[in-house]
Nanobody
């Protein structure tokens, strides 16, 4: 069974950095798109950044220039390098993937989420 496993969240001071990881476990035939979403308390979930199988990326305006999404295809792992963090970046960050597991139809998958808290 394919799963997305996130790691790397935590507490950081404003201006600090964190690196989130999302590893795809299980047998995968094809990954089309991977992305990071976040949801702050009382707010709707929003797209933070996404990366396609061809390596194209796009970012939310609020994180452009501070966050970098990347992907290691050989290990089916996605990263989000977050620099110059602000208190408004505080949220639960979730990994998303549009992919086809081996022997399965194409589907979307979500990780369990990891808390990022930016506070002095």
């Amino acid at each position: 069974q394919v799963q997305l496993v996130e790691s790397g969240g935590g507490l950081v001071q404003p201006g600090g950095s964190l690196r989130l990881s999302c590893a795809v476990s299980g047998s995968v035939y094809m990954i089309y798109t991977m992305a990071w979403y976040r949801q702050a308390p009382g707010k709707q979930r929003e797209l933070v950044a996404q990366i396609t199988s061809g390596g194209s990326t796009n970012y939310a305006d609020s994180v452009l220039g501070r966050f970098t999404i990347s992907r290691d295809k050989s290990e089916n792992t996605m990263y989000l390098q977050m620099n110059s963090l602000k208190p408004e970046d505080t949220a639960v960050y979730s990994c998303y993937s549009d992919m086809r597991a081996t022997g399965q139809w194409r589907n979307t998958y979500w990780g369990q989420g990891t808390q990022v808290t930016v506070s002095a």
